[in-house]
């Protein structure tokens, strides 16, 4: 079973950045495309951003110049930055394959408020 471990969220006012990082004993992120994801309370989850095994990126409009998705390979960590943060990005935000396998991680609570 894949296990997915996400991290860095927290309180940030809006205009702010969070960077969440995202681990996993079982799954080596540079030989897979993955990809994060978030959802708001009575929403579904949405596909935020996506990453290839060679380096291409591609991000949901919504999000488009101001996250970035990068991973460190060395440390098999995925990695999101998250800038100029506003009230509609606060989300539980999850990573997983770009073709999500069933196992979801406990995501990382964003919350965006002055």
């Known amino acids: 079973q894949v296990q997915l471990v996400e991290s860095g969220g927290g309180l940030v006012q809006p205009g702010g950045s969070l960077k969440l990082s995202c681990t996993s004993p079982?799954?080596?992120?540079?030989?897979?495309?993955m990809g994060w994801y978030r959802q708001a309370p009575g929403t579904t989850r949405v596909l935020v951003a996506l990453?290839?095994?060679?380096?291409?990126?591609n991000y949901a409009d919504f999000v488009k110049g101001r996250f970035t998705i990068s991973r460190d390979n060395a440390k098999n960590l995925l990695y999101l930055q998250l800038n100029n943060l506003t009230p509609e990005d606060a989300a539980n935000y999850y990573c997983?394959?770009?073709?999500?396998?069933?196992?979801w991680g406990q995501g990382t609570q964003v919350t965006v408020s002055s």
């Open positions: 997983n394959r770009a073709i999500p396998v069933p196992s």
């Open positions: 079982n799954t080596i992120f540079k030989d897979v495309s």
């Open positions: 990453l290839s095994p060679y380096g291409a990126t």
